[in-house]
Nanobody, 124 residues
Framework: QVQLVESGGGSVQAGGSLRLSCVAS????????MAWFRQAPGKEREFVAA????????YYLDSVKGRFTISRDNAKNTVYLQMNSLKPEDTAVYYC?????????????????WGQGTQVTVSS
């Protein structure tokens, strides 16, 4: 059973940066397409970014393109989300997700494993 643990969330002012990390255990990390989702209060969980098994391809939500960067280190079983130029509308709980069968997995139900989430709050 794959376990995912996120870290790196926090509170920042608009224009600031945060780097989220997600460490995987209990599976073959390099066989999973990894993704980040987020969920704001009262809203559905939405896809933010994904990265292919070997890191060769990345995918982004249009509103974060040019501001967020997803990367992975298979030797460390870790996926990252570098978030720059943060906006108040980026405020949400951010979740790490893993899937083996499809990449990207833009629909939450397509993902096999989830982390517990980390809160990101951006103030204006």
């Amino acid at each position: 059973q794959v376990q995912l643990v996120e870290s790196g969330g926090g509170s920042v002012q608009a224009g600031g940066s945060l780097r989220l990390s997600c460490v995987a255990s209990g599976g073959t990390f390099s066989s999973y397409c990894m993704a980040w989702f987020r969920q704001a209060p009262g809203k559905e969980r939405e896809f933010v970014a994904a990265i292919s098994w070997n890191g060769g391809r990345t995918y982004y939500l249009d509103s974060v393109k040019g501001r967020f960067t997803i990367s992975r280190d298979n030797a460390k079983n870790t996926v990252y989300l570098q978030m720059n130029s943060l906006k108040p509308e980026d405020t949400a709980v951010y979740y790490c997700a893993a899937v083996r069968s499809i990449c990207p997995s833009r629909t939450p139900g397509q993902n096999d494993h989830w982390g517990q989430g980390t809160q990101v709050t951006v103030s204006s």
